[in-house]
């Protein structure tokens, strides 16, 4: 199924440990992002892309690093993990929909990822 | 600064009856778009609703309508007949930046969760 995919579903880390979480999108968008979620304050942006090789860092980007070889690859890496990176990680891609009277940016979610810092 | 707020951590509603989300933004842009999504249990982020900032009438998509107030700077979302599905966390976001420089960036509260009451 086209869409958003994002594996692991589920991870547990210990303080320090490295990691990558995948982000793929079979559907051709220009942009992705990654967002993380924690109770009371809902998706703040991490890192964004607006396509192969150029990323920026969003609002909350210290402790994690992107890259994006491929227009359907994103993923994340967390260096050293933390505590502090308990959260659920959501990636997501978006083109502009142009067939609508103004264009919008079409958004697609993955899953999430729910990550745990021990 | 964009900022979206919304200030209702949690609401109940009988089945069967409306209720309203409230959201209320800051931007210093003319042109914006303005979503609503779900998210239930389950952990998956659901599209509902789009307003922008030029649309001259109110969003509408099923059972969802939104009450955009542009000089008021809300854009509150309105379920209406409620069903004991609609029991989930809701998070309304804006689309950072202007629409000539998008960037598939999106901005968003804190999430309500809402309870519907068999």
């Known amino acids: 199924n086209a869409g958003v995919t994002q594996t692991p579903k589920f991870q547990v880390l210990k303080t320090g440990q490295s990691m990558t979480l995948q982000c793929a999108q079979d559907?051709?968008?220009?942009?992705m992002s990654w967002y993380r979620q924690d109770p009371g304050m809902g998706l703040r942006l991490i890192h964004y892309s607006v396509g192969a090789g150029i990323t920026d860092q969003g609002e909350v980007p210290n402790g994690y690093n992107v890259s994006r070889s491929t227009t359907e690859d994103f993923p994340l890496r967390l260096l050293s993990a933390a505590p502090s990176q308990t959260s659920v990680y959501f990636c997501?891609?978006?083109?502009?929909?142009?067939?609508?009277?103004?264009?919008?940016?079409?958004?697609?979610f993955g899953s999430g990822t729910r990550l745990t810092v021990v | 600064a964009q900022k979206i707020t919304q200030t209702q951590p949690g609401m109940f509603v009988q089945e069967k009856e409306a209720v309203t989300l409230d959201c209320t933004y800051d931007?210093?842009?003319?042109?914006?778009?303005l979503f609503w999504y779900k998210q239930p249990s389950s952990g998956e982020m659901i599209f509902l609703i789009y307003?922008?900032?030029?649309?001259?009438q109110n969003a509408t998509e099923g059972r969802y309508s939104l009450n955009f107030q542009k000089a008021r700077k809300s854009a509150n979302l309105v379920i209406s007949a409620s069903q004991l599905g609609d029991s989930a966390m809701y998070f309304c976001a804006m689309r950072e930046g202007p629409r000539g420089s998008n960037t598939g960036k999106l901005i968003f509260g804190q999430g309500t969760t809402l309870q519907v009451k068999p």
């Open positions: 307003q922008g900032s030029y649309d001259e």
């Open positions: 931007t210093s842009d003319q042109s914006y778009g």
């Open positions: 997501a891609s978006s083109k502009t929909d142009r067939g609508r009277k103004i264009p919008i940016l079409d958004y697609t």
């Open positions: 559907m051709n968008h220009e942009y």
